[in-house]
């Protein structure tokens, strides 16, 4: 049964640890991050990008997909299945098709057209039980073809959609997606207090946290971040552990090209990538 992620959030900022986001991307990623988490027994939000959702087809069939995995596998941690990055259109096709939580990103509308459809979706969400995150302040890096430098959110902006009534809040921090450069600044937690301050309660989500020093990560949950969002580290260890598989040439030995076993140790890599971030969030025996 998918759940909101209302509440695993709010205990979780209330408890000073957070729930990771990881996203999904094929049959493979889905199960990995679901048994580990039941495994840890961890809470997990499964996030899906407008470009992952078009790969698997849409996203009734990640739905399907979802939902018979949660049966079959017997998961009983709390598990939300949230739009990443959402236009207000994906927002709508998601709602339709049977997400728990989604968000919409409308960082690059003018604050007054953010405000004016946020509204909009807290309506619908509320009316369905389901979760909601919305953005302020462009997260750097690059994410389904959009380019950002890592901008810092305007607290004051982050106040004005907290208080339409979304369930968490992302506010850029300097953060950015994929593999952070050399140059990186780091986070900034003056940001990230001053949001805090402002909006109180509410869950914060810190984006692209593939490559955050851990010592951030810890300082990042004590000042209210309740969720971090995860995506990149696991492609890259997905990838290593499939290149080693046929660099040492174990497709070309017996069976060894069955997409179960070529596909192996790189869900093996996927797992302990997971395991080793729902440790450093905290939220182990959280379920």
């Given at each position: 049964m998918l759940v909101s992620a209302k509440e695993m959030l709010q205990k979780a900022k209330a408890g000073k640890y957070a729930v990771g986001q990881f996203n999904i991307n094929n049959l493979e990623w889905t199960k990995a991050i679901l048994l580990t988490a039941q495994e840890m027994n961890s809470p997990v939000i499964l996030g899906v990008s407008e470009g992952a959702g078009k790969y698997m087809t849409g996203y009734k069939t990640v739905v399907g997909m979802v939902n018979g995995m949660l049966e079959e596998l017997k998961i009983t941690v709390p598990v939300a299945l949230h739009l990443d990055h959402g236009s207000y259109e994906g927002c709508l096709k998601c709602i339709e098709a049977g997400f728990s939580s989604i968000m919409f990103d409308g960082s690059h509308?003018?604050?007054?057209?953010?405000?004016?459809?946020?509204?909009?979706?807290?309506?619908?969400?509320?009316?369905?039980?389901?979760s909601l995150e919305a953005e302020v302040g462009s997260i750097g890096g690059e994410e389904d073809g959009v380019v950002g430098a890592g901008e810092c959110a305007d607290p004051q902006e982050c106040k004005a959609?907290?208080?339409?009534?979304?369930?968490?809040?992302?506010?850029?921090?300097?953060?950015?997606?994929?593999?952070?450069?050399?140059?990186?600044?780091?986070?900034?937690f003056d940001t990230l207090a001053a949001v805090q301050e402002l909006t109180g309660e509410m869950p914060l989500v810190l984006h692209g946290g593939t490559g955050i020093p851990e010592d951030m990560i810890k300082k990042a949950i004590s000042l209210g971040v309740a969720k971090i969002n995860v995506n990149?580290?696991?492609?890259?260890?997905?990838?290593?552990?499939?290149?080693?598989?046929?660099?040492?040439?174990?497709?070309l030995q017996g069976k060894g090209f069955d997409p179960r076993k070529l596909l192996a140790p790189g869900f093996e890599a996927i797992k302990a990538t997971v395991r080793e971030k729902i440790a450093l969030f905290g939220s182990e025996n959280k379920a």
């Open positions: 509308y003018p604050i007054e057209e953010n405000v004016a459809k946020t509204s909009e979706l807290v309506k619908i969400c509320n009316e369905k039980g389901m959609i907290a208080d339409l009534g979304v369930t968490m809040l992302a506010a850029g921090i300097g953060n950015i997606h994929g593999k952070y450069p050399e140059n990186w600044k780091g986070l900034s990149t580290e696991c492609q890259l260890s997905f990838a290593a552990a499939t290149r080693e598989y046929i660099e040492a040439g174990k497709d």
